[in-house]
């Protein structure tokens, strides 16, 4: 990821009050709970490693006996219900993080906005996310500010604008 890219959603998870992640996303973002590892490295990480960590964070894990950061705690399954209440109460954003959450939060209509950072390679592999079958009537909702090497956009569903989902693929990458 360039730093031009980086600051870009760094500002635009400043906006995120509370993420929701499966099990194996969080096990991959908690590294930005402590940021020594950042030490040398560009602003730009220092900046996400504070975003993140300002963040509150709900786990959905049958496995998983506690929370290994700051701000955590650990749901045992995704309940519908609750996340639409965190929805209605929450005075800021949430995101969603994992192929396993972002599918239940489609499935059950919570899902606003799905924002993709779109990158010129083909990615393959993993857990699909947005609904297989089924239609999701969706229209423009991102400013048009372009970032290099990255063609930020977002679809979002009748103006609502509270949930977000970062699709993400797999490891396997070809180029086009």
Known sequence: ????????WNEHERHIGTSLYGRRMYGTMRVWEDDDWLTDGPAVGREYAEVW???DKIVFSSTLDRPTTART??????EPAAVRQLKEMSSSDLSIGGASPA???FRHGLVDECVLLLYPVLVGGGKPAPPRNGRLDLADSYPRKRVVGVFPCAKARSGVEQLYVLCTGGRRRRAL
């Open 1 to 8: 990821m360039t730093r031009e890219v980086h600051a870009f």
């Open 53 to 55: 960590r300002d963040a």
């Open 103 to 105: 599918a239940a939060a």
């Open 73 to 78: 705690r650990i749901e045992r399954q995704f």
